[in-house]
Each structure stands twice: as structure tokens, then as C-alpha cells.
């Protein structure tokens, strides 16, 4: 999720953690899943985890890609610098499924204890909070959080995105739908452009009697409660339309590209276990990078601008040296 732009040096930090997949949850042609195995060396350390990099392509490990905040478990960490200038960090995580992690610091390095935010509490049929993420949305001087959520027996299934405000991080509006495509959609993240939203997300359908249809899609409005329009991108035309970059991917990030007036489109492919990035001039046609590189086994990103001088702090505490 990209607010207005920050000050910063033309560097990024990338937060995310590491999982290398295990198996595949696959659909047969009777509806019935099963699992195919894809390794026998699965690995999760859900955990904070960062890198930087100058180019927005090429990223380096901080801590040579151990976490940077061992000891509090989450996953899909989301991180950008607050209107208060303080770094707030929202991921998968809680003491229960329909809670969120929390948690916020001035430099990256020392961070406030840890909260649980109890978004989907008023709504006891929900099975989880995935992947939150938050907005400030500057007409009214408050934080938007967009999350998936889901009520059937797995959080991939008929998801929807859940929205709220807060102005504290402590406090929240009834939560509501944000937005409800014509299939299950999770992995929610906002740019506001030139008074336009640009809300990227996952399309999560697979299956004999739909096909596989598990990647990243845009839909754009301009407000940023909705409603959102489809974009019907080029990829893997479908009963809904396209998507704009290739399947199975997930977590997408979007960034203004550091080398020109375009933009960087960074997700995982989840099953494949890696990381790629699409680039696009002008957020509606977009292409794949080949020249591109990652911490190992890094999933679910969000890329945030930082400073020179919070770059160097980020090196002497985890004994990184520069390029």
C-alpha cells in the first residue's frame, strides 16, 4: 500500500517473512481437495524479517535474512510511516483468528509492545483477519485498514475485503465489506494516484468447475470506500476476466519505480517458492522483470520508503555492510 509520497533518499525497506511451501491444495473434478506434496523440507520462520534495496529490484537481507524481531510470530507483515511519523506495523497474527498484530517504532529497531486489534470481534462468524493493511486517508485525517476475511472452513474460501477506520490504533468503526468481486479475493493493497485508488488484490479461485485462477487483479475507484471497477488485465482470461501478472502469485506490493516515473509491482509466487516483480508506466499495463533478486524463501512483502540515516542505524544494529 503506497500513501503520498514520503521524504526519503530514494531507498526502500522490505518487510515480509519466510515459508517455503510444503504442498499445494489442489480440487478435483468431484469438488473434493487434496494436498499434492511439493517438498519435504517445508520451512516457517514467521517472523519479521527486512531488506533494503536502491533500485527497488535488487534486495538485500538485513541480519543475514534472520529475523530482526524474533520473538513475536506473525506473517504478512505490512509497514509504512504514519502521518505521526512513527513506522505502524499491521500483520497476520493475534491472540485469536479474528484479531490482527500490531505493533509500531520510531526507527525500526525498537518497537512498542505488542497489541492484538480486535477487528472482526463484532462479527463472530469470521473465520480470520489476513493480511491487514492500513491507509491514511488524508480528507479525514484517519488510518483505513483493509483486510480478507472469511466464513467458510478455509480463509482461501469465499473471502471478501473488510475495511475500518481508526485515528489511534486503538479504537475502530464497525467494521463493513469493502469489496465483494464475483469470486473470493484476498491479499488487499491501495495506491492513490492522481485521485484514483488502485486497489490490487488476489483472485483465489481454483478448481475443475472454474480453473485456476489464483493471481493478482486490479480494480481502481475513486473513493476509497468504493465502490471499485475490475480492470480486465491481459493474463488468464476467465468467466470474470484477466488478471495483470502471472499466476500463482500472491501478497502484492506497489511502489513507485526508484530508476523512473513508472511503477514496481512486487509479489511471491507462492507456490513456486519465489519472488517477482512486474513493472508498469502507468499502473494499467504491466510486465514481468527478469532482472530481479531476493532473500531467500521471502513471501508477502510491503515495501515502504526509508532515509539514509535510518538505513545506516538498520546496518549497525544487524551488522550489515553497504553497497
Not at 491444495?25 to 481437495?33: D, I, R, S
Not at 523440507?41 to 519479521?48: D, N, Y
Not at 519472488?275 to 502507468?282: C, E
Given at each position: 500500500m503506497t500513501n503520498s509520497c514520503d521524504t526519503h533518499d530514494g531507498l526502500y525497506a522490505l518487510a515480509y517473512f519466510r515459508q517455503?511451501?510444503?504442498?499445494?491444495?489442489?480440487?478435483?473434478?468431484?469438488?473434493?481437495?487434496?494436498t499434492?506434496?511439493?517438498?519435504?523440507?517445508?520451512?516457517?520462520?514467521?517472523?519479521?524479517h527486512l531488506a533494503w534495496s536502491r533500485d527497488g529490484r535488487h534486495w538485500t537481507a538485513l541480519n543475514d535474512n534472520q529475523p530482526v524481531l524474533p520473538n513475536v510470530w506473525l506473517r504478512d507483515p505490512f509497514i509504512n510511516r504514519g502521518a505521526d511519523g512513527w513506522f505502524h506495523l499491521l500483520a497476520t497474527g493475534g491472540e485469536s483468528a479474528r484479531d490482527c498484530l500490531y505493533l509500531r517504532s520510531r526507527d525500526l529497531l525498537n518497537w512498542d509492545e505488542p497489541q492484538s486489534l480486535p477487528l472482526m470481534e463484532s462479527v463472530p462468524q469470521a473465520n480470520n483477519v489476513w493480511?491487514?493493511?492500513?491507509?491514511?486517508?488524508?480528507?479525514?485525517?484517519?488510518?483505513?485498514?483493509?483486510?480478507?476475511?472469511s466464513f467458510e472452513d478455509a480463509g482461501w474460501k469465499n473471502s471478501r475485503l473488510w475495511c475500518c477506520y481508526t485515528s489511534d490504533f486503538q479504537t475502530f468503526s464497525k467494521p463493513s465489506v469493502l469489496f465483494e468481486p464475483p469470486y473470493s479475493v484476498i491479499d488487499g493493497t491501495l495506491l492513490l494516484h492522481n485521485g484514483t485508488y488502485y486497489l490490487f488484490h488476489k483472485e483465489e479461485e481454483f478448481g475443475a468447475s472454474k480453473g485456476e485462477r489464483r493471481a493478482i487483479r486490479l480494480a481502481t475507484s475513486p473513493s476509497i470506500e468504493g465502490p471499485y471497477t475490475l480492470h480486465s488485465g491481459p493474463?488468464?482470461?476467465?468467466?470474470?476476466?484477466?488478471?495483470?501478472?502471472?499466476?500463482?502469485?500472491?501478497?502484492?506490493a506497489v511502489m513507485p519505480d526508484p530508476q523512473s516515473d513508472g511503477w514496481l509491482l512486487l509479489y511471491d509466487f507462492c507456490m513456486g517458492n519465489d519472488?517477482?516483480?512486474?513493472?508498469?508506466?502507468?499502473l494499467w499495463q504491466w510486465r514481468e522483470e527478469s532482472d530481479v533478486s531476493f532473500p531467500p524463501n521471502a513471501r508477502h512483502g510491503s515495501a515502504?520508503?526509508?532515509?539514509?540515516?535510518?538505513?545506516?542505524?538498520?546496518?549497525?544494529?544487524?551488522s550489515a555492510s553497504a553497497l
Open positions: 517455503i511451501y510444503g504442498g499445494q491444495v489442489e480440487v478435483n473434478e468431484a469438488g473434493e481437495t487434496h499434492v506434496t511439493l517438498t519435504n523440507e517445508p520451512l516457517a520462520v514467521e517472523s519479521l493480511a491487514p493493511e492500513w491507509f491514511f486517508d488524508a480528507q479525514c485525517g484517519e488510518y483505513f485498514l483493509l483486510w480478507s476475511s493474463l488468464n482470461e476467465g468467466a470474470h476476466g484477466g488478471q495483470i501478472v502471472p499466476v500463482i502469485t500472491e501478497g502484492p519472488y517477482g516483480i512486474s513493472y508498469s508506466p502507468d515502504f520508503a526509508i532515509t539514509e540515516d535510518e538505513l545506516m542505524g538498520l546496518q549497525r544494529a544487524f
